[in-house]
Nanobody, 112 residues
Framework: QVRLVESGGGLVQPGGSLRLSCAAS????????MAWYRQAPGKQRELVAF???????NYGDSVKGRFTISRDNAKNMVYLQMNTLKPEDTAVYYC??????WGQGTQVTVSS
């Protein structure tokens, strides 16, 4: 049974940084793509970034140059380093495995 557990969300001031983590279990982690999505109130869920099983990365236009996705196959972990955060980054951030499995989400709030 696939389980994804996100952590690292919280309240941060504009311009600040946060690092999200996602622990995966019950899945052949090193063989699958992992992704981060987010959903702001009243908006559709959007893809933030993904990383393939071989480490190729891709980012949404709104986060390019500010966010970095990475993975540690030895630990079954995926990370999202978020820098220069903006109020519009406020959302629930979800970890996704293999384009079909979801975590419960972690809240990120960017506000002064």
């Amino acid at each position: 049974q696939v389980r994804l557990v996100e952590s690292g969300g919280g309240l941060v001031q504009p311009g600040g940084s946060l690092r999200l983590s996602c622990a995966a279990s019950g899945i052949m982690f090193r063989t699958i793509a992992m992704a981060w999505y987010r959903q702001a109130p009243g908006k559709q869920r959007e893809l933030v970034a993904f990383i393939t099983n071989i480490g190729t990365t891709n980012y949404g236009d709104s986060v390019k140059g500010r966010f970095t996705i990475s993975r540690d196959n030895a630990k079954n972990m995926v990370y999202l380093q978020m820098n220069t955060l903006k109020p519009e980054d406020t959302a629930v951030y979800y970890c996704n495995a293999n384009w079909k499995n979801w975590g419960q989400g972690t809240q990120v709030t960017v506000s002064s």
